[in-house]
């Protein structure tokens, strides 16, 4: 069974540039998680789907950060424009709708705000 | 709002000895799930054990056992006969059992070093 796949591994942008990253998980979980995970932190939860709606996305900077994931499969997350506080690894996870079931990764994206 | 906390930031073990890592949460909800997380220098998260809030056994998984205390809110990780593999930082992590599926709350994390 494949893993949770997120691309790039890395992107070096300066602020107020734009960025995106783009996660496909794994076949058949209906529930998407973003995380934000700043250096010597936990990740933090930025925005949950569940399909193609969203469930949670109280921590989601609005006036900068969207995310969506049109047909309820793979998910892209953007950030316009960034800022320095933005350097971060962005985790990408996945679980089914079983509600009891576990969250399984993918490998994260690291951004580098200049 | 639940709360996870890793007192130790780093820890380290002699190869082939047992080293326990501490977390401890704080939450008024009595159904909930509890997760040690392993994030190696690739940084993929990679489940160790998960622990039923419902269950009075402790979960073991191979070398990988924990200590739950629910009364005490306390949720230990204990790695026996450790390898040079095990080398990592460790997230406990807390999820409630909602209906749904609900988000995983992070502590800060502990950084194990495993010496040879």
């Known amino acids: 069974e494949a893993g949770v796949a997120q691309s790039p591994r890395y992107k070096i942008i300066e602020k107020r540039q734009s960025v995106a990253f783009w996660c496909n998980p794994i076949?058949?979980?209906?529930?998407l998680y973003w995380y934000q995970q700043i250096l010597g932190q936990g990740p933090k939860l930025l925005i949950q789907?569940?399909?193609?709606?969203?469930?949670?996305d109280s921590q989601l900077p609005k006036d900068r950060f969207s995310a969506e994931r049109l047909k309820g499969v793979d998910s892209t997350l953007k950030i316009q424009p960034a800022k320095l506080e933005d350097s971060a690894v962005y985790l990408c996870?996945?679980?089914?709708?079983?509600?009891?079931?576990?969250?399984?990764f993918g490998p994260g994206t690291r951004l580098l705000v200049l | 709002a639940q709360t996870v906390t890793q007192s130790q930031p780093e820890m380290s073990v002699q190869e082939a000895e047992t080293v326990t890592l501490s977390c401890t949460y704080d939450?008024?909800?009595?159904?909930?799930?509890l997760f040690w997380y392993k994030q190696p220098p690739s940084r993929q998260m990679i489940l160790v054990i998960r622990?039923?809030?419902?269950?009075?056994q402790n979960a073991t998984e191979n070398r990988f056992s924990v200590n739950f205390q629910k009364a005490a809110k306390s949720f230990s990780l204990k790695i026996s006969d450790s390898q040079l593999g095990d080398a990592a930082m460790y997230f406990c992590?807390?999820?409630?059992?909602?209906?749904?599926?609900?988000?995983?709350?992070f502590g800060k994390g502990t950084r194990l070093s495993v010496i040879a």
């Open positions: 996870a996945s679980s089914s709708l079983a509600g009891r079931e576990t969250q399984y």
């Open positions: 076949s058949g979980h209906a529930t």
């Open positions: 789907f569940q399909n193609n709606g969203v469930v949670d």
């Open positions: 939450t008024s909800e009595s159904d909930y799930y």
């Open positions: 622990q039923e809030a419902y269950k009075q």
């Open positions: 992590a807390y999820r409630s059992a909602g209906s749904g599926n609900t988000p995983l709350v």
